[in-house]
């Protein structure tokens, strides 16, 4: 069966200081990866999606950048958090041509 | 893909039926309708899916007008489990670049 992974579960940083959030996906291959991010009380913004290694495609300007360097791992990152970057930050994943979602149990981030 | 149009909030007492409207009136040939639904700090949850036939699975049953302009997503008997915000959207489903694009979605509240 797949599973997909997100860590940190919960992440409080100072503004100005990176970011890394991973997400990891077992048990397919060749994955579409998704990054979404969720302020409070809002709806999913889709920030990032990626039909293949290396491939990125961006949905929203920001200082936020999304990478895959693996099949089945998706890593989203930042130089300079913002306050503006709190929220829960969500990865998904289809599979190629699929239907349905899967989503991660996803990561809170507060930007102090 | 089509845009999607939501009440904001509903309530449904517990063991009622729950009937969810979403209109999606510029919805293409080719754009199926997904519901999913997102309980308080999990990631979102697929529920069902369908292109112009009634569909219904273990969750809900999908119901599309003739002309697939507007949908009622139904939850046969409500639990209090099922408070959740549901999300109506519209999508090609074929294509590795397929995005699913997330509105506010409706809250809805099953009380005992």
């Known amino acids: 069966s797949q599973t997909i992974h997100q860590w940190p579960a919960t992440l409080v940083q100072p503004v100005g200081s990176p970011l890394s959030l991973e997400c990891t996906v077992e048990?397919?291959?060749?994955?579409?990866l998704y990054w979404y991010r969720q302020a409070a009380g809002r709806g999913l913004q889709l920030l990032f999606y990626?039909?293949?290694?290396?491939?990125i495609s961006s949905e929203v300007p920001q200082n936020l950048s999304a990478s895959r360097p693996q099949d089945r791992q998706f890593i989203l990152s930042s130089k300079k958090l913002l306050l503006s970057d709190s929220g829960f930050y969500l990865c998904?994943?289809?599979?190629?041509?699929?239907?349905?979602?899967?989503f991660g149990p996803g990561t809170r981030l507060t930007v102090l | 893909d089509a845009k999607t149009t939501q009440p904001t909030s509903m309530d449904c007492a517990e063991g009622r039926a729950a009937n969810l409207p979403c209109n999606h009136s510029?919805?293409?040939?080719?754009?199926?309708v997904y519901w999913y639904r997102q309980i308080h700090s999990q990631g979102p949850q697929y529920i069902i899916h369908?292109?112009?036939n009634n569909e219904t699975n273990e969750m809900a049953s999908l119901i599309i007008t003739e002309d697939r302009k507007s949908s009622t997503l139904i939850l046969p008997h409500a639990t209090l489990r099922d408070t959740a915000v549901y999300y109506c959207?519209?999508?090609?489903?074929?294509?590795?670049?397929?995005?699913?694009?997330f509105g506010a979605g409706t809250q809805v509240v099953v009380t005992p």
């Open positions: 998904a994943w289809t599979r190629q041509g699929g239907n349905e979602q899967f």
């Open positions: 048990g397919t291959s060749n994955p579409n």
């Open positions: 990626s039909v293949g290694i290396g491939q």
């Open positions: 510029t919805i293409s040939g080719n754009e199926y």
């Open positions: 369908g292109l112009k």
């Open positions: 959207i519209v999508r090609v489903a074929a294509g590795s670049w397929g995005k699913f694009q």
